[in-house]
């Protein structure tokens, strides 16, 4: 069954040239040209993805994904966000949306992003699990536990974390990380840095120092395991 992208812009021209892109790759588009129209046609067709313009009339893109995120941890969401709107883009990621495209943009592009993020977000890797003390993350089942509790991970988040686990020790460039979690080979760090924030919350008993995932200024971050 082909997976369901719910793209929510107000610009008609804008949603039906996604629209056709995205049906080209073999996905089911559904469209949504506000807010609430975009929470009314989620909870009717729980799409696997949902591409969200920031700027939306009445109920706005960024409130969308606060409610989206709260009852949806694994939701995966690409932000649409205006080229020189930073502040948007960075709240839209500490809300927990899980990529972004710049408008304008490539439908192309778009695409591409989409689908690298439902691949992350669906692919099973086996029974691999890997220990950090009280912290578990199996990444075949996608499920990360912290003393026995379940982690709400967004898609990048669980991909951030399992890198990190995978590479402990070693100082990790920004630009490494957007690479190998993103899968881009340029683009705004601060993605990164915002991600790394969001996870630390999560895995650190103190965010404000964290044990596991430290950073090494002038380069990135680096992994401590137990």
């Not at 379940?150 to 920004?174: C, K, Q, S, Y």
């Amino acid at each position: 069954m082909a997976q369901r992208v719910l793209v929510v812009d107000d610009d008609q021209t804008v949603s039906d040239v996604v629209r056709r892109y995205l049906e080209h790759a073999g996905l089911t588009v559904d469209l949504a040209a506000d807010g609430r129209a975009a929470l009314e046609s989620f909870g009717r067709d729980r799409p696997d993805l949902v591409v969200l313009d920031l700027m939306l009339p009445g109920l706005d893109g960024l409130e969308v994904c606060r409610r989206l995120r709260r009852d949806h941890k694994d939701l995966p969401i690409v932000m649409l966000t205006a080229l020189g709107d930073e502040s948007d883009r960075v709240l839209g990621l500490e809300l927990g949306a899980d990529d972004y495209v710049t408008k304008p943009f490539s439908p192309r592009e778009l695409t591409l992003r989409v689908q690298s993020v439902l691949r992350r977000s669906t692919r099973f890797t086996g029974s691999d699990i890997l220990h950090d003390g009280e912290l578990t993350v199996d990444t075949g089942r996608r499920v990360a536990t912290l003393r026995g509790e379940p982690l709400a991970l967004t898609v990048r988040e669980f991909e951030l974390l399992e890198f990190l686990m995978r590479n402990p020790g070693r100082a990790i460039r920004r630009n490494e990380l957007l690479q190998a979690v993103w899968g881009w080979t340029f683009g705004d760090q601060s993605t990164v840095t915002v991600h790394v924030r969001r996870l630390r919350e999560k895995v650190e008993a103190d965010p404000a120092q964290p044990r596991r995932i430290v950073t090494v200024w002038g380069v990135g971050y680096r992994y401590e395991s137990g």
